[in-house]
């Protein structure tokens, strides 16, 4: 097992990238140079203060030698030494300023489309790409031969709050941690998005049936989630618990409301965030289900778990209900 130096967690071997420009070894979450702030880490290791400190350290002994931190005040960095003498840069927290997203911090947001704008407008625009997409998804002319369009837009704006209240609970996790977040429109998912509408809004010109929709046109950016912990864990994990509640509480509607087709579609509604959520489950990529499985698989377990047994329920209400409308 290696240790990354800039986080301090350790992995095995054949997951540790090392870095020719500052000679430490990293996990994969900060093996680029920028997250593991290459520059900063090289001048720190040249300078003196940092010499001197490490002799400091080279008079313990080893049997009484704890890990301790120092400050280097040039670069507001945490340095720690180690009894050869030498340095490893296990930084537990980074230096963010107090609003990280005004256009004066400093922070360059890659990928980031309109970084510094407000973020009610991030979300004007992103809440609107994804109701259009609920609405190509959903248009269907047999509704409207039966008197249903306004079925098409109830759809269209449950999909969108399903998609709008996992991203919030993303947020107002991350919030009650303490941690600067907002709603940003991610540049390479926005094109995606555009260029998927494109697409679709063809094919139905040519009669052809829709290719699968990308509906990723924006997510919540959550700065200081740099290693696997509860904070990470339940942050990652409030978005599909929110679509869970969310789509729960949508079935136990339909089930209360007697006019029909109104509660089919209500009960259509809780199936989305079922979808919604179970996807984001998968553990791979930048999907919440790989945080939440490598900090706690008991909750993944239970969560994802759950998830498929309400949406395999759902499916079979939905199915039974729908009977009904292919002869109202």
Not at 19 to 25: A, F, I, P
Not at 136 to 150: M, R
Not at 273 to 285: C, D, E
Request: with cysteine; glycine share 8%; charged share 10%.
């Amino acid at each position: 097992m290696l240790r990354c130096s800039h986080c301090g967690e350790e992995y095995p071997e054949n997951a540790i990238f090392h870095c020719s420009g500052c000679g430490q070894n990293y996990c994969a979450i900060h093996k680029d140079p920028i997250t593991h702030e290459c520059n900063i880490i090289r001048e720190t290791l040249r300078a003196p203060q940092s010499q001197a400190a490490a002799q400091a350290y080279t008079e313990v002994p080893a049997t009484q030698y704890q890990p301790q931190y120092t400050s280097y005040d040039s670069t507001s960095s945490e340095i720690r030494g180690t009894t050869d003498g030498s340095f490893t840069w296990y930084r537990q927290e980074r230096s963010i300023p107090e609003n990280a997203f005004d256009p004066g911090s400093g922070i360059e947001f890659k990928g980031i489309l309109l970084p510094h704008k407000s973020e009610f407008l991030h979300f004007i625009i992103g809440a609107s790409i994804i109701f259009f997409i609920g609405f190509l998804s959903f248009y269907n002319e047999g509704l409207i031969g039966q008197g249903l369009a306004w079925s098409i837009f109830m759809l269209a704006g449950f999909y969108t709050t399903a998609f709008l209240f996992h991203e919030f609970g993303h947020r107002q996790t991350a919030k009650h941690f303490g941690l600067q977040t907002k709603f940003r429109l991610l540049t390479n998912g926005f094109l995606l998005t555009i260029v998927s509408l494109i697409l679709t809004l063809t094919m139905y010109g040519t009669g052809l049936p829709p290719l699968p929709m990308i509906a990723l046109p924006g997510a919540v950016v959550v700065l200081g989630l740099d290693k696997i912990d509860r904070v990470t864990g339940w942050t990652k994990a409030a978005g599909p618990i929110v679509n869970l509640v969310y789509g729960t509480l949508l079935i136990i509607i339909s089930l209360f409301v007697t006019s029909y087709p109104l509660n089919l579609f209500i009960g259509y509604a809780g199936f989305l965030n079922f979808s919604l959520a179970l996807f984001n489950m998968i553990p791979i990529g930048i999907l919440d289900g790989q945080n939440i499985l490598k900090w706690n698989k008991g909750l993944y377990i239970l969560l994802f778990s759950t998830l498929l047994i309400m949406l395999i329920l759902t499916f079979v209400l939905i199915s039974e209900q729908s009977l009904y409308l292919q002869h109202y």
